[in-house]
């Protein structure tokens, strides 16, 4: 029988519960956000040591839109920083890192799309390990956007209906590579309108540690679980 174990090369993760971790402490939830935000760099150095390729992170849906106007400010500040800050951090060239953003940017302010342009187009060439930040992220909006762009083909005559597979709807997402395994921290059994395309066949874990509190070790024994998983794709 055709069953496969391997080394993950892409894992993807919904970062969840930094508000609670922050009630948990009698913290304002900002604080919560901006201890998430600080997490990433322990995540990304622990994904550069175990030669992930590449790693897909839900850092701020959709939905996430309609929460508190003070909440959403905040986590919009909290962007413009890290990704200043990621602009400026010399190891990201050095360790050949590549950042992409993937949803509808243009929902962001400008200034945070600039910023996002300028670390994309700084980032492009580098293939050690890719990161995606999925913002202003929903699943079905995503393939709702690949079957407006298949209809504008479509339209236009550069395709015919019958040439569409999975493959060429692929194409048309946001981004096309399946993460091996998906981690959603902070105790919830759900999806979220995450990737529901390229997490069919994903390996899922789910961690009773909220976002901030995800340490080393537990990163390390579900690499671990994941390796000792059958794959079967299916077969
Ligand atoms: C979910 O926790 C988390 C978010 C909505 C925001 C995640 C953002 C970061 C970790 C910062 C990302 C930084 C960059 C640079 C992109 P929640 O607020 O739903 O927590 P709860 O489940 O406790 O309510």
């Known amino acids: 029988m055709?069953?496969?174990?391997?080394q993950a090369k892409h894992i993807a993760m919904i970062m969840d519960g930094n508000r609670r971790y922050a009630k948990k402490l009698h913290l304002p939830a900002g604080?919560?956000?901006?201890?998430?935000?600080?997490?990433?760099s322990n995540v990304i150095k622990w994904c550069l040591e175990a030669e992930i390729k590449e790693l897909t992170?839900?850092?701020?849906?959709?939905?996430?839109?309609?929460?508190?106007?003070?909440?959403?400010?905040?986590?919009?500040?909290?962007?413009?920083?890290?990704?200043a800050k990621l602009n400026d951090d010399k190891s990201i060239i050095e360790k050949k890192i590549r950042i992409k953003v993937v949803g509808r940017k243009h929902l962001f302010p400008n200034d945070?799309?600039?910023?996002?342009?300028?670390?994309?187009?700084?980032?492009?060439?580098?293939?050690?390990?890719?990161?995606?930040?999925?913002?202003?992220?929903?699943g079905r909006e995503e393939i709702v956007d690949a079957a407006r762009k298949i209809a504008s083909e479509i339209k236009h005559n550069e395709i015919t209906a019958e040439e569409i597979?999975?493959?060429?709807?692929?194409?048309?997402?946001?981004?096309?590579?399946?993460?091996?395994?998906?981690?959603?921290?902070?105790?919830d059994?759900?999806?979220?309108?995450?990737?529901?395309?390229?997490?069919?066949?994903?390996?899922w874990f789910f961690t009773q540690s909220l976002w901030p509190e995800l340490n080393k070790e537990e990163f390390l024994?579900?690499?671990?679980?994941?390796?000792?998983?059958?794959?079967?794709?299916?077969?």
């Open 112 to 138: 945070i799309q600039e910023s996002i342009a300028k670390i994309e187009e700084k980032t492009k060439q580098h293939d050690n390990l890719t990161i995606n930040f999925a913002m202003a992220y929903g």
């Open 189 to 203: 059994y759900r999806t979220s309108n995450f990737l529901p395309w390229q997490t069919v066949y994903s390996e």
């Open 221 to 235: 024994d579900i690499l671990n679980q994941f390796n000792n998983r059958e794959r079967r794709f299916g077969k």
């Open 31 to 40: 604080v919560g956000h901006e201890k998430g935000a600080e997490k990433l």
């Open 2 to 6: 055709d069953i496969e174990t391997r």
């Open 57 to 83: 992170l839900y850092a701020f849906s959709m939905q996430n839109f309609h929460r508190k106007q003070e909440e959403v400010e905040g986590l919009f500040k909290l962007f413009r920083k890290h990704f």
């Open 165 to 187: 597979d999975n493959e060429t709807f692929a194409n048309h997402l946001y981004f096309k590579s399946d993460p091996d395994l998906v981690i959603r921290t902070g105790g």
